[in-house]
Each structure stands twice: as structure tokens, then as C-alpha cells.
């Protein structure tokens, strides 16, 4: 976890020189919100907006070799840069646009990660928002592991609920918000 941890402290570095709003999201912030697992790439939310997206990737092109052939015309497609450090370490670059994706960059946190490394993390309701919304197997266990280790009291349910709400609109997946409440309740019966 320690190369990881300085590997995103070198990303951070690089957008933060250029002036640019972003948080890590996945892996990196489930180490700090969720039961801690075994991760070897970081996903990040690099707010682009909609147009002018070329400046960005075309920067990070420079500094970060592609994990895939045409990566600029995947990622202006996809909306996904998909790179890799030296060492080999895989970076997902959300380019991030949705009034979401603005709010969960603007609430992100400055956490410590190892003595004098501290990363901007997306908070731990943005974090849910994400896992829930993505509703794969893995995620659910993710959604899991944040409301256990910070307890389902301590999370914001209306800021969750008024992001979560229209994202499963967009993915017509109401069932995804009938999911994260029965885990909630579930969870919530054997907190103290």
C-alpha cells in the first residue's frame, strides 16, 4: 500500500501544480472509509467539464504512458483515461462533468494516508453514492464495508438519497435504492 500511496501522491502533485479540482475515489478512498482491501490502481475524478477535455488528456499523455492503444480517443469517447505509472500501477481518470461528480470534488478531504502523505479523498457518502450507483458484486461488499466501519448514524442519508435518487433514474435502477436501504437496516441492527 505504501508505493500505491506515494504513486498518488505524484498524480496529486501533478494536478494539483496544474491548478485542476479533483478527489480519489475507489480503491485509494475505500482504504480510508471501508474495510481496507487489497488494491493495486487508483481512480481518480478529474473535473473536465464538458468541452476542452483534449487539454487535459493531453497533459497527462505527457506524463503517464496508456494502458491501451488510442487512450485520447478512448478517453474523449468514454469519458475514461485509462494510464499507468512506471511502475506499472494502473490510473482510471474519470473525467468529470455531472453536478455529482462537481459536488463530490468540491467536499473531498485532505486524509493521511502514511505519515506526511495526506491525498484528496472523496468523502465517504460520495464514496457510497459511487459504489451503490456502479452496483456491481464487489461494490455491494464496498457499500458494506463503509456503512460497518463508520457506522450507519454517522453517514448524511439526505445528502446520499438526493444524489443516489437521480443517478438511479438516469440508469433507470430504482432497485439499487431499495438495495442500499435494506443493507442500511440490515447493518444498523447490530451497531451498538
Given at each position: 500500500m505504501k508505493d500505491l500511496?506515494?504513486?498518488?501522491l505524484?498524480?496529486?502533485t501533478l494536478l494539483t501544480a496544474q491548478g485542476w479540482q479533483f478527489c480519489f475515489i475507489g480503491g485509494v478512498a475505500i482504504q480510508r472509509w471501508s474495510e481496507p482491501r487489497l488494491t493495486k490502481d487508483m481512480d481518480i475524478t478529474l473535473l473536465t467539464g464538458f468541452g476542452g477535455e483534449e487539454k487535459f488528456i493531453d497533459l497527462l499523455l505527457q506524463h503517464y504512458e496508456s494502458r491501451i492503444a488510442e487512450a485520447r480517443e478512448f478517453a474523449l469517447q468514454s469519458r475514461i483515461l485509462l494510464l499507468k505509472t512506471v511502475q506499472g500501477t494502473g490510473i482510471d481518470i474519470a473525467l468529470?462533468?455531472?453536478?455529482?461528480?462537481q459536488e463530490a470534488v468540491s467536499?473531498?478531504?485532505m486524509l493521511e494516508y502514511a505519515p506526511g502523505i495526506a491525498l484528496r479523498t472523496c468523502t465517504a457518502?460520495?464514496?457510497?453514492?459511487?459504489?451503490?450507483?456502479?452496483s456491481r458484486p464487489l461494490d455491494w461488499n464496498d457499500v458494506r464495508g463503509?456503512?460497518?466501519?463508520?457506522g450507519t448514524r454517522k453517514l448524511d442519508w439526505k445528502y446520499i438519497h438526493r444524489q443516489l435518487q437521480p443517478l438511479c433514474e438516469v440508469k433507470e435502477a430504482p432497485e439499487i435504492l431499495t438495495q442500499l436501504e435494506n443493507l442500511r437496516?440490515?447493518?444498523?441492527q447490530s451497531e451498538p
Open positions: 500511496v506515494e504513486q498518488a505524484e498524480l496529486q468529470g462533468a455531472l453536478p455529482f461528480e467536499r473531498a478531504l457518502e460520495d464514496l457510497l453514492v459511487m459504489k451503490a450507483f456502479a463503509i456503512l460497518v466501519r463508520q437496516l440490515e447493518v444498523a
